[in-house]
């Protein structure tokens, strides 16, 4: 099994900044890609950053130059949050895509139990 453990949420306000964690451990070989999903009251969970084994990264259009999101060389990504918005609030998940094995051919994809961000006005 594979366990994505997040830390780091908080109440902040508008301006200020946050910093999530997400540390993945279990039965893991590789990590192919790993993201950072929020869902707001009453919306949709979407895709807010995103970031491959090669350090390629993509973000959604409303986090652009706001939201940095990094990782280590094992099993750790970040979600630096700077210059934070009301409409940030939200909870925040992380997302894994895990190579078991090294013989698996694709790979099994993975959520934490996500930490809530509020950002008041």
């Known amino acids: 099994q594979v366990q994505l453990v997040e830390s780091g949420g908080g109440l902040v306000q508008a301006g200020g900044s946050l910093r999530l964690s997400c540390v993945a451990s279990g039965s893991i070989f590789s990590i192919a890609r790993m993201a950072w999903f929020r869902q707001g009251p009453g919306k949709e969970r979407v895709m807010v950053a995103a970031?491959?084994?090669?350090?390629?990264t993509d973000y959604v259009d409303s986090v652009k130059g706001r939201f940095t999101i990094s990782r280590d060389n094992k099993n750790t990504v970040w979600l630096q949050m700077n210059s934070l918005k009301p409409d940030d609030t939200a909870v925040y998940s992380c997302?894994?895509?895990?190579?078991?094995?090294?013989?698996?051919?694709?790979?099994?994809?993975?959520w934490g139990q996500g930490t809530q961000v509020t950002v008041s006005l």
């Open positions: 970031i491959t084994s090669g350090g390629a």
């Open positions: 997302n894994a895509a895990v190579y078991r094995t090294h013989f698996s051919i694709g790979t099994n994809t993975y």
